[in-house]
């Protein structure tokens, strides 16, 4: 089996600079404190650099992006529904990387402001960040450092800890593993905080290119930005949102956000070998990840798509039909997307409320197609049909993902 240092460099490798260390508050092993000096890593400007791919990897990506075509244009303009579910789904996987985790129920309920696990805000804050980087690219057509520091601030609004630095980049030095009290055998260093707003502005420089293929230059700015590590916390999930803002202003995708968080999960371990490949000059194997990952996502998010269309039609069965626009009929639109509602959500999104909506919540209740929780005033209605098939989403994309790959690597 052919190795990421085997394989020729894409470009120029990071370097290593050696640079002062003294701990400003005295803490940890004396190891820690006797530390005079720490070696960071620099990556190469990328701005006006171009990745040469061979044939091979370029049909897979052709047909990774006519995958994620088909699937945006037959279902995202019909299906609005769909973008959220994978939005939210595409969410909980990036933050399942960071080993952030919560139910569904949980996570539902953070969404909407009601009382949650910090897991479970953590998530919701997530996907706001998430769907605010995305919408900017495809509004303004570029990515944007303000729309990131944005994302970075939506993310840690409510975070007891890290509220204050919510929204800016590290005036210190970070670092990935090792000791919690210095650089110590750490995994990584990276670059010192006075150069991120340089290398940042290098960045965005080639993150704005048109003459890249669509796919290395996700992958490229994802790697990239990771070996920046420009915030104190958030760099994991914030970097993958880059993904799909690179998707969304090359236009790759105009509607929808696939899952490829849960193409990476199912092999955490070797995503992270091919950031540290990138670190060592070779953007291929994180390339190929990268696009793997995109052609799962968009075949199974197709999957769901039927499925949604499905579960629709068994609800309108069990209930025996419902008159259009009736609060049973806008409540199974509002479901298909909000799987886990509360009262006040559905009274905004259906124009109906007091005795009129709950009723049709008690026949829907009644038809098995919610299930209510949580004691009165505080009550929320969940669809399981969808929430299972939301979670049954994540389960095939990895499943998929090890199969594939265990039938490439052996």
Same mark, same amino acid.
């Given at each position: ?6 394989l020729p460099r894409?470009?120029?490798p990071?370097v290593?600079q050696?640079?002062p260390?003294?701990q ?6 004396k190891?820690?404190r006797?530390?005079r ?6 990556p190469p400007?990328i701005a006006?650099?171009?990745m ?6 370029k049909v ?8 994620l075509?088909q699937?945006d244009?037959t279902h995202g303009?019909?299906l609005g529904?769909?973008d959220?579910l994978?939005?939210r789904t ?6 399942k990387i ?7 129920g *949980?996570?539902?309920?953070a969404l909407?402001?009601?009382k949650a696990n910090a897991?479970?805000?953590?998530m ?7 769907a ?6 495809g509004?303004t057509?570029?990515?944007r450092?303000?729309a ?7 993310l ?5 800890d890290m509220?204050?630095?919510?929204g800016t980049t ?5 670092w990935?593993g090792g ?9 990584f ?8 707003e +340089?290398y940042l502005? *290098?960045?965005?420089a080639?993150?704005?290119r048109?003459?890249?293929p669509?796919?290395v230059?996700a992958a490229v700015?994802?790697a990239q930005?990771e070996?920046?590590h420009p915030?104190?916390?958030?760099n +994991?999930r ?10 969304r202003?090359r ?8 899952p490829?968080?849960s193409?990476l999960?199912?092999?955490r ?6 950031l540290g490949?990138?670190r ?5 194997p994180?390339v190929?990840m990268?696009t793997?990952?995109?052609?799962i996502a968009s075949?199974?998010s197709?999957?769901?798509a ?5 579960i629709?039609?068994?609800?309108e069965e069990?209930l025996?039909?419902v008159?259009? +626009?009736?609060?049973e009929?806008?409540l199974l !639109?509002?479901l298909?997307a ?8 559905a009274?905004q999104q259906t124009g109906?409320g007091?005795a ?5 919540i *008690? ?6 197609v919610?299930t209510?929780?949580?004691?009165r005033?505080?009550?929320i209605?969940?669809?399981p049909a969808?929430?299972?098939?939301l979670?049954?989403l994540t389960?095939r994309?990895?499943s998929?993902? !090890?199969?594939?790959?265990?039938a490439?690597?052996?």
């Amino acid at each position: 089996m052919t190795s990421a240092a085997d394989l020729p460099r894409d470009w120029a490798p990071h370097v290593d600079q050696v640079v002062p260390w003294r701990q400003t508050v005295p803490q940890g092993p004396k190891a820690d404190r006797e530390i005079r000096e720490i070696v960071v890593r620099r990556p190469p400007t990328i701005a006006d650099l171009t990745m040469t791919h061979d044939r091979s990897l370029k049909v897979t990506m052709d047909a990774a992006l006519a995958g994620l075509a088909q699937l945006d244009l037959t279902h995202g303009r019909k299906l609005g529904a769909l973008d959220q579910l994978l939005l939210r789904t595409e969410s909980v996987s990036s933050s399942k990387i960071e080993n952030i985790e919560a139910s569904l129920g *949980d996570y539902g309920k953070a969404l909407h402001g009601g009382k949650a696990n910090a897991s479970a805000v953590s998530m919701a804050d997530a996907t706001r960040a998430l769907a605010d980087v995305i919408g900017d690219a495809g509004r303004t057509g570029e990515l944007r450092l303000a729309a990131m520091l944005g994302a970075h601030r939506e993310l840690f609004r409510r975070h007891p800890d890290m509220h204050a630095k919510a929204g800016t980049t590290r005036t210190v030095q970070n670092w990935i593993g090792g000791s919690d009290f210095s650089p110590r055998n750490a995994l990584f260093v990276p670059p010192p905080p006075e150069t991120v707003e +340089g290398y940042l502005t *290098d960045l965005f420089a080639y993150a704005n290119r048109d003459d890249v293929p669509v796919l290395v230059q996700a992958a490229v700015v994802h790697a990239q930005f990771e070996s920046i590590h420009p915030f104190v916390d958030g760099n +994991g999930r914030i970097g993958r949102t880059l993904i799909h803002a690179v998707l969304r202003r090359r236009r790759a995708t105009r509607n929808i956000t696939v899952p490829i968080a849960s193409g990476l999960v199912a092999h955490r371990d070797r995503y992270f070998d091919a950031l540290g490949a990138y670190r060592q000059g070779h953007a291929r194997p994180l390339v190929g990840m990268l696009t793997n990952a995109t052609l799962i996502a968009s075949h199974e998010s197709r999957r769901t798509a039927s499925n949604l269309h499905e579960i629709g039609r068994e609800w309108e069965e069990a209930l025996g039909g419902v008159v259009v +626009g009736s609060p049973e009929s806008r409540l199974l !639109r509002l479901l298909v997307a909000e799987p886990i509602v509360t009262l006040e959500l559905a009274s905004q999104q259906t124009g109906y409320g007091g005795a009129e909506l709950r009723h049709g919540i *008690d026949r829907l209740q009644a038809a098995g197609v919610v299930t209510a929780k949580g004691r009165r005033g505080q009550r929320i209605w969940t669809a399981p049909a969808i929430l299972d098939e939301l979670h049954d989403l994540t389960v095939r994309i990895e499943s998929v993902t !090890r199969r594939t790959d265990a039938a490439e690597h052996g």
